[in-house]
């Protein structure tokens, strides 16, 4: 999409000045500090023709990166300076928190102007975040056709195939010719920017199959459209989840699909850079709620930081009271033999390491379907194996460090009885509890982690302390 | 790609058995049973025309996913029952072991026969695991240029673009016209499956440029093709890692960029699809690792898996027996203050969790390069503020549970304290460490997580031990 937009917007590309576009990244892939500089100062001038001449040029995530590395009043300044030679879309390819503070500082007629001459799904995602006030402000600017696309896309629920899908393509009936279509391409002004599929419908819009240009291509010019469609398998229906088209996507190897209403009317359609978007995200979903964070962002402020993070921080205190209760039963034990004290912790955090292995295997596995119904019997007794052997080994090794350490190779026995439990254990609760949260319907990234530690805590200390404390007969 | 490959293989797709089709999958996305034992009988009964029917119609990916949920043995059968109609591309979709079983299952020439069906990326994907002697005596027994296509992909490195690319592709010179270029289209039989963009080359297969088909389709005939191309800005160099070219995609949006050798000769077309397999494949990389696990699979056997693990376990016992020696120093202490025990792990359990907090946003942003050194600074000093809050926070709720629990104020102030300097250092470890090792060159998803834990558990037992034998003159 892009490549031919870049075009559009730089029909004489002299070498030079792509020369010097490909160098404003350095050998570490971040914006060169010389470059930074000198848009810093020609801000601070306001030098308006010296932004336009290195600016104007940058494609959308090089504008986008730009925008990120600069300070906020010089974003803010950047974006007044250069008016309406401002690419609007490297709004989309910035965090939302600075996307955010460079829109509020607009006034909605100015975004208005913006929002009209981009993509339909760029235009969406950029009022997406906006108060509703704003939203209707901007609309009610637009002329009748695009305010109609937009409060379509808008009316959607977030995340969806409506959300991102664009409102712009080429839709043809099956009776043409392929001659017929490829005149109406030539002559018609209001194509889309850029499309790799051509849509055919009926006379109520309703969707009946599709073509790849390729396909057009190839074909001579009186063959019927109907005779070189396919059937449009995938169609996406506009209230499907932006994952869930995603996997259609990925299953399906699409570059862009069809989305249609609940009455299989064509709305719209889904590309794959937008799908690449998602997938992305969805990735870094998974890997940042297994850390247990939330949807954090690198721009976000202290405070929000902070409260974004304490809710698992507060279910680990519960957890971590409930190990030490435990403990606590044998407090008594520990007085006489603080050997146990000082070992305890080698117990718990092997199994805590031993069981986030599972669990992260367990929780992608279920991410990208490939742990079911079929498998999961042999991957339960896949992981107790190698839980038993792994603890087997890790036992032995921890036995006799512990044996000579405190010269008692009694200990060292008690020691490497608990491991091989917990590491058990360890194995057990790592694939078990992503899987029955899976099958409760919650997500398993987000509450696995703690209570699989909570597991490999409390069995660890209470393993290890008493088992202790009946051999050694210290209660 | 596939939807021009499924509708050439189904010219006359009857509605019945679409239907049919879709029906594969259940409500939880995994396959059937039923379509799981039907097609275990015809297996079982070498019931050919059954299968055919049955499978002849799947999607690649759909194939793939069937093969995953049938036995080991019902796998072989099914691919020699189905001899030519089996879809090799479907090879493609599965598990590494998966692939190597049952390509191993087959004699060389057979392998040779249906690699010849493949387009050279999914040729290479299938031949690239083989041992060389096998690849040369599959290769051997190709014609001529296919031979040397393969050979060309094979003998770059893997994970490069060149091992990834696909090696047919339309290019054309610059003085033909649009119409010179439909003619040729309609009229050439060797085109690729599908395709998006043309290129255009000169006589010495140099790249000059591209053009997107949408632009061919709206351009008058007349027009040379030169007057349309666009510069091929982001070409990708053949030995290119397939993760850097998979950024440049993402950067760009593109949907297939051409490669180049190191004279910027063409020698294929590396397309989306492939890289959405890169970037779910990197992004995958990234989660495991960061829980210890390193390139595993599914299907890997125990002994596999056992000994994958082993190595991080073991990095673990070290750090795990320096913070039980950290503990020892201060036997002691817990011999007079049993409260400590049972306290400890609860310091080094908070300080674990917001470390992992923090790293994980810290190698997130690393891997997107969202981190970079203009907010370095910026983002040390926030987590080092977030570290500060949350501490305070947590360090206030925490001595005061312990004071009740232990009716000991003084030692409710001590772990209070305790906690604060422990949250302090998890945030600065959880950062400074990713970026250490980033700037060291080591990937910081692989070895973050191992010392962050040891920051914290040393910094937790220590602060905490220490300010209690200071305070309580216990030593």
């Keep these: 999409m892009s490549e031919n937009m870049s075009e559009k917007q730089r029909p004489e590309t002299d070498p030079e000045a792509v020369e010097e576009h490909r160098d404003i990244y350095g050998e570490d892939g971040a914006i060169r500090a010389s470059f930074l500089s000198h848009i810093g100062a020609a801000i601070a001038d306001r030098d308006v023709l010296a932004l336009r001449a290195d600016v104007a040029d940058l494609h959308q ?10 300070l906020p009043e010089q974003r803010q300044a950047l974006v007044s300076l250069m008016g309406s030679d401002f690419d609007f879309t490297a709004l989309t390819e910035v965090d939302d928190t600075i996307r955010a503070q460079i829109v509020e500082s607009m006034p909605n007629d100015q975004i208005a102007q913006a929002v009209q001459e981009l993509d339909s799904d760029d235009a969406v995602y950029i009022l997406e975040d906006l108060p509703i006030e704003d939203q209707d402000e901007i609309l009610a600017q ?11 896309s808008l009316d959607y629920p977030e995340e969806t195939a409506g959300r991102r899908m664009q409102t ?15 005149d109406y391409m030539r002559d018609e002004n209001e194509l889309p920017e850029s499309f790799s599929q ?41 209230t499907m989840d932006q994952e869930e088209a995603a996997q259609v996507f990925e299953q399906y190897d699409l570059l862009s699909a069809a989305v249609v209403d609940e009455s299989e009317r064509l709305v719209g359609v889904l590309t794959i850079d937008d799908v690449v978007d998602v997938i992305q995200q969805e990735a870094e979903e998974d890997l940042l709620r297994m850390g247990g964070v939330g949807d954090e962002e690198l721009s976000d402020r202290v405070l929000t930081t902070s409260r974004l993070r304490i809710p698992w921080l507060f279910v680990n205190l519960g957890t971590a009271f409930l190990s030490a209760s435990v403990i606590s039963l044998f407090d008594g034990t520990i007085e006489h033999m603080v050997a146990l004290a000082v070992l305890m912790p080698i117990v718990a955090s092997m199994g805590g390491n031993a069981a986030t292995q599972t669990m992260t295997v367990t929780v992608r596995a279920l991410a990208t379907r490939d742990l079911d119904i079929y498998n999961a019997g042999r991957i339960i007794r896949r992981e107790a194996s190698v839980g038993f052997i792994n603890g087997f080994i890790f036992a032995v090794l921890i036995g006799i460090i512990a044996g000579f350490w405190f010269s008692d190779f009694q200990l060292g026995g008690i020691i490497a009885a608990a ?14 509890i992503p899987l029955c949260l899976d099958k409760a319907g919650a997500d398993p990234a987000i509450a696995s982690a703690v209570f699989v530690t909570m597991v490999t805590d409390v069995v660890g200390f209470f393993a290890f302390l008493s088992l202790a404390a009946w051999w050694f007969n210290l209660w």
Tied chains: 1, 2.
Aim: aromatic share 6%; proline share 7%; no cysteine.
């Design 142 to 152: 637009l002329p009748f056709t695009e305010r109609v696309r937009l409060r379509r």
């Design 168 to 182: 712009e393509f080429v839709a043809v009936p099956p009776f043409w010719t392929v001659g017929q279509t490829i």
């Design 61 to 70: 995530s090089e504008l986008g990166d730009l925008l990120e590395a600069l």
């Design 198 to 238: 051509i849509f055919v419908i009926d006379p109520t819009f309703r969707l009946v199959g599709a073509v790849n240009l390729d396909r057009i291509l190839r074909t001579k010019r009186p063959v019927k459209i109907e005779e070189v469609m396919h059937e449009t398998r995938h169609a996406i229906p506009a």
């Design 419 to 432: 491991m091989i439990i917990n590491m058990m254990a360890a194995a057990l609760a790592g694939i078990l």
